[in-house]
């Protein structure tokens, strides 16, 4: 009989937001008339932009002509989006990345667990705890061996900012500004990991999704304004929530030329030859609309447009952590990230504070403890909702505390 990976078997039941898509189906089903208010799976709600919907239309148009059609494309993506994205990402925050290190692609979910496709099944892996699920979903699919995962515990107590490793580890995760809990690191902070890095040849896989939510110049966007930088660390970053591409499919991953691994056998090789080789054998490319799409963001209108979709949402960050602390809450994130992660009140844990809240308020979030152990008893808010939508919300979350 054919075998399976059998390292699959070692997932939990069912995903997160799978597991909250049923319950939510279940509620709807017996009370049909509930006012649901979702402010949990981080999907945008904002329409796509003027400027995207533009390019988008006129690549269409091209590809319904014989002259302008166009078949497959580069794996690594177009050098036109390649370029617009190096000047504006990179270039005009001083930091050296040409468009050879940028590979397009179809979303970070996609690239930060592929990216395992390079990686030796012997790497210890430190993962943040709570993390995005994806991060150590796919690093058991790939090595299946939980001996080899260190989780590095976020809590209260360290601002939920992961201490160095105490023992030998190969790879890191690092997601920020951080999903769930909406933390951030400052510069100094962010150094300490790649010095740590360069020390210990250690590769740093850096999740930057949400860095066009940062507010403050002094927080990095990119980790290669950290120098050293380009010799440990692949970057990820999306158009997912920063220009609401959450149905369209765009990201991209910088791995820096410089970036080298050494064999058993000794020899040098790079990474970036390594993940160009990888997706020119598994990846076709992504869609020519899409990525002209992609390219109408960096357009002076584009960029305009994405800042107020972002200042949008951050408003509703801001009314979220006012209205939560006005009622005593406990609470993370929200001035740099689009998450706000809070304490659950009267020591309920992360799904009986789902459940509550959802019975009580209609309102659907994330039970912290989905994002790992360290996530329980605390819970993650979405900023993804129009400006009515967000204050009804908190509306009603103070009303059911007021009568706590």
């Known amino acids: 009989m054919f075998q399976i990976n059998e390292h699959y078997l070692q997932l939990g039941e069912s995903y997160l937001f799978s597991t909250i898509a049923r319950k939510v189906e279940q509620f709807s089903a017996t009370h049909p008339g509930a006012d649901i208010i ?27 002509t014989k002259e302008s059609f166009r078949g497959y494309g580069p794996e690594q993506g177009y050098a036109f989006l390649r370029e617009a994205i190096t000047e504006t990402d990179f270039r005009k925050r001083g930091i050296n990345i040409s468009p050879a290190e940028i590979f397009v692609s179809d979303g970070s979910k996609s690239d930060t667990g592929n990216i395992g496709d390079l990686l030796g099944e012997g790497n210890v892996v430190a993962i943040t705890d709570p993390v995005y699920p994806v991060y150590l979903d796919t690093t058991l699919m790939r090595i299946g061996r939980s001996d080899r995962i260190r989780l590095l515990r976020c809590s209260g107590e360290n601002g939920f ?12 995760y690092l997601c920020y500004p951080n999903n769930p809990t909406g933390t951030v690191m400052t510069r100094e902070e962010l150094t300490t990991w790649v010095d740590w890095a360069l020390v210990n040849e250690s590769l740093i896989l ?26 440990c660390a ?21 791995v820096p030329e410089e970036l080298m691994v050494i064999t058993h056998s000794g020899e040098s090789v790079s990474l970036h030859y390594l993940w160009n080789r990888r997706q020119s054998t598994k ?8 990525q002209r799409a992609a390219e109408a963001v960096y357009s002076p209108a584009g960029q305009q447009e994405m800042q107020v979709m972002i200042d949008s949402y951050m408003e509703n960050a801001a009314v979220i952590r006012k209205g939560l602390m006005d009622h005593g809450y406990t609470l993370y994130g929200g001035e740099h990230s689009p998450y706000i992660w809070l304490q659950c009140p009267d020591g309920l844990d992360s799904w009986q504070f789902f459940d509550h809240l959802l019975e009580k308020c209609h309102i659907v979030g994330t039970p912290g403890v989905g994002f790992g152990a360290a996530g329980e008893g605390y819970f993650r808010l979405t900023a993804f909702n129009s400006a009515e939508r967000t204050v009804e919300a908190i509306g009603r979350i103070a009303r059911l505390s007021s009568t706590r």
Do not use: W
């Open 206 to 231: 850096f999740d930057a999704a949400y860095e066009a939510f940062i507010r403050d110049e002094s927080i990095p966007r990119s980790i290669y304004e950290i120098e050293g930088a380009r010799r």
């Open 283 to 290: 990846f076709n490319g992504t869609p020519y609309i899409i």
């Open 234 to 254: 692949i970057e990820f970053r999306s158009f997912s929530k920063s220009a609401g591409f959450t149905g369209l499919r765009c990201s991209y991953t910088v």
């Open 38 to 64: 979702r402010l949990g799976i981080g999907d945008v709600t904002l329409p796509l932009s003027p400027a995207v919907i533009s390019a988008l239309h006129r690549s269409v148009d091209e590809m319904g």
């Open 161 to 172: 900012l992961p201490e160095l490793p105490q023992e030998r580890v190969d790879i890191v």
